[in-house]
């Protein structure tokens, strides 16, 4: 047992793998990693299942039967990746029966649906029905167009990971739309002690973008924000968190048997070389929350990752402050969170067709 990881999971953190293949559920290795590193949960997206698929043959006898009964690109994809997250949520079964929130495996719906409300909420639908396990996740993007079906699904008893969220304004909208989906899961007498979901607030990406924007401005005083801007939005999401905890809404459906839609902090792998590469984790400590990371910063705390108590609580007004330093050097915080999300759906949709060519690819060869 790594005691780095578990200083971690003592702290509150939920850690959640961010990677998932047919080779680590059939070696024993994401059973190894639930045992020795503390791993309560996976979330996976296309590029995962890309790479999965491209780099073993684990796949391949599944690929063929699926070629030889006619089933195009779209219909081997769903099959391949929903077997996945099925076998993983069975291996994370127990998890899920001894903690109240974890467990959890997530798979996205199409990312090309993610401004198309209806056909988000039918794939949810489709998916949800496919996996067939009550811990699993799913995904969800926050768009504008997405938080509709966030409620939709919800309403249905669907649990749901929302993903892509950038901005603390449209965090407050998902949270509403996870609060709408339960009064109207309750009025229609659903237990909602069933639905769970937690909102992935982005992190890494929102630091490689402004700080981006500090280098082109260049004085002292953009270069000295460099690195702060993620965490920053981080903790004031969570204080919004926090503010909704209080409501009078929420303690009603608390009431009523609600689970809380924990904070998940995604986007957590490092992508400056000059940042420790444990800083989304080590800042980002706080109880209820889950962080989502690929295994190389798994490993990289397990070494040498330090748990220095909450980190978040708090810590609202010096976040504000940052934010106002950034404002002041002529940072658009808007004009980010607008380009994130664009950026982030068009990513989505290109790992998408990375997705699709990989499958593709395997199924000429499973044809020749």
């Known amino acids: 047992m790594s005691e780095r990881l578990q200083a971690l999971a003592d702290a509150g953190v939920s850690i959640w793998l961010d990677d998932l293949s047919r080779e680590r559920i059939e070696t024993g290795n994401l059973a190894e990693l639930v045992k020795d590193k503390s791993v309560v949960g996976v979330t996976t997206n296309p590029t995962i299942f890309a790479a999965a698929i491209a780099d073993g043959e684990r796949y391949d006898e599944q690929v063929r039967k699926l070629v030889a009964d006619g089933a195009d690109v779209t219909k081997v994809i769903f099959e391949l990746t929903t077997e996945d997250v099925r076998n993983g949520c069975d291996i994370l079964k127990p998890v899920a029966d001894s903690t ?52 939709a699904a ?34 229609a007498g659903i237990d909602l002690s069933t639905i769970q979901s937690v909102a992935s607030f982005f992190v890494s990406r929102v630091d490689s973008e402004v700080d981006k924007q500090l280098e082109g401005i260049g004085t002292d005083e953009a270069l000295a924000l460099r690195g702060k801007a993620a965490v920053a ?65 798994l490993d990289a705390f397990a070494d040498h990752g330090e748990v220095e108590g909450d980190r978040v609580t708090g810590e609202k007004d010096g976040a504000q402050a940052v934010f106002d330093q950034l404002q002041e050097v ?26 699709v060519e990989t499958v593709q690819g395997q199924m000429e060869q499973a044809e020749s």
């Open 233 to 297: 939005n981080a903790r004031i999401a969570y204080a919004a968190y926090l503010e909704v905890g209080a409501s009078e809404r929420w303690k009603a459906l608390e009431e009523a048997g609600a689970n809380p839609q924990r904070p998940l902090w995604a986007s957590t792998g490092v992508k400056n070389p000059d940042y420790p590469d444990t800083l989304y984790v080590t800042e980002l400590v706080v109880a209820d929350t889950v962080n989502t990371m690929p295994e190389k910063t």
């Open 154 to 187: 919800i309403a249905e008893g669907i649990s749901v990971n929302v993903t892509l969220i950038f901005s603390v304004e449209r965090y407050r909208k998902v949270m509403d739309a996870y609060l709408a989906g339960l009064e109207k899961a309750r009025d």
């Open 100 to 151: 109240k929130y974890d467990g959890r495996v997530s798979i996205e719906v199409e990312p090309d649906l993610a401004n198309d409300t209806d056909a988000t909420i039918a794939s949810a639908k489709k998916l949800w029905a496919a996996v067939d396990r009550s811990n699993a996740l799913i995904k969800i993007p926050a768009t504008e167009e997405g938080l509709a079906a966030i409620t």
């Open 330 to 355: 002529g940072i658009s915080l808007d004009d980010v969170f607008i380009t994130l999300e664009e950026e982030g759906v068009d990513k989505f949709k290109k790992s998408w067709t990375e997705l």
